[in-house]
């Protein structure tokens, strides 16, 4: 026989189900039996003080004995539980000042379920492991937490917290899906599946944020640090940027060209593996950074090879920057090289 437990759902929306049966009905409404519930429940292995439960359920109201009608409402709260079909304990206990949960009636709240994961992703070193614990982040985090109380102060913190903990799970998320995809490059020489980029796309779609000031949003936006050289980023921005560029290319006017270099031995081939690999390619990596504008764009697209968008420039300019690239990337006895072919980014109005 299945263990029944009492399911709480805090994202997005507020419910409580317990053996297929919800506590609330169709309609949650702010009641004194959900407040108390949200917080017993979600502060359940802490406890929450009298007094403060005091307050959150009658506030600055005027109450004649405060003690005696928190003791009402656990009452019927109690009554409530009963009458919903969970078994007959004492549901809630006040030890020494402090309310509990009784830890009879297991629960399974999905913020409770949310701190574990996040914390496990923390200290998680495989990376296959930790996208399968962020793709549950994912989905428990419907929407921000107890949205409909977010005006009740120990609530609006909560769902900060949360937003934030989601906002860094995507960013992870991001970044590893990313690797993936490099790794596609590096090891197998293919390139990322549709299903992996739509994948990324759908990560940063997720992203909700609380209503905000345009000040604030533009402080967010900013790229942290003095920019250094070239934008480096990886092949999922790159190619975001890519179609962003080729949009405006129809009113901008401006030329933009793509350019592929790639690393190759005495004989003029193409080096896919190698010790030395490792090593030319961050050389050839800082030579192209630091010879290009800080506007241009660069991907570390495989073991040997580098993308870069140089925008608004010429062709003449492309054969330029080669020459500083390679002026600062070979040396005297040097026997590898760098091999650059060259594409006009265009607008085309019928793909």
């Not at 929306?13 to 949650?28: A, E, Q, W």
């Not at 296959?128 to 419907?142: M, N, V």
Request: proline residues 2%.
């Amino acid at each position: 026989m299945r263990e029944k437990i009492l399911q709480v759902k805090t994202f997005g929306s507020f419910s409580m189900i317990y053996d297929g049966k919800s506590l609330f009905g169709r309609k949650v409404g702010e009641t004194q039996f959900a407040s108390m519930m949200q917080m017993l429940i979600h502060e359940r292995k802490k406890g929450v003080s009298r007094d403060r439960l005091e307050q959150e359920l009658f506030g600055e109201r005027e109450v004649e004995n405060v003690h005696h009608a928190l003791q009402s409402v656990i009452y019927n709260a109690k009554k409530r539980l009963e009458k919903a079909g969970l078994p007959d304990v004492n549901y809630i206990e006040i030890r020494n000042g402090v309310v509990y949960w009784n830890d009879e009636i297991k629960v399974q709240e999905d913020a409770t379920e949310f701190d574990q994961i996040y914390n496990r992703i923390k200290h998680e070193k495989n990376p296959d492991k930790k996208i399968k614990d962020l793709e549950k982040i994912f989905e428990i985090y419907t929407g921000e937490f107890l949205v409909k109380r977010q005006s009740v102060i120990w609530v609006a913190i909560e769902a900060r917290r949360y937003e934030d903990m989601f906002r860094e799970c995507v960013e992870e998320a991001t970044d590893l899906y990313a690797d993936t995809a490099e790794r596609y490059f590096e090891e197998r020489g293919l390139k990322p599946s549709k299903r992996l980029l739509d994948s990324l796309n759908q990560l940063g779609n997720q992203v909700m944020h609380s209503y905000d000031v345009l000040d604030n949003i533009q402080h967010n936006l900013e790229e942290k640090g003095i920019p250094k050289g070239a934008y480096l980023c990886s092949y999922p921005t790159f190619r975001g940027i890519y179609h962003h560029l080729v949009r405006m290319l129809e009113r901008s006017g401006q030329s933009i060209y793509l350019m592929l270099c790639t690393i190759v031995d005495s004989k003029g081939r193409p080096m896919k593996e190698g010790a030395m690999l490792e090593g030319l390619a961050k050389r050839l990596e800082e030579s192209i950074c630091t010879s290009i504008r800080n506007s241009d764009v660069v991907n570390h697209y495989s073991k040997g090879q580098y993308l870069v968008l140089l925008i608004n420039t010429t062709r003449e300019d492309c054969a330029v920057i080669q020459k500083r690239i390679n002026y600062k990337f070979l040396t005297d006895r040097q026997r590898t090289g760098v091999r650059y072919y060259v594409n006009s980014v265009v607008y085309e109005k019928d793909l």
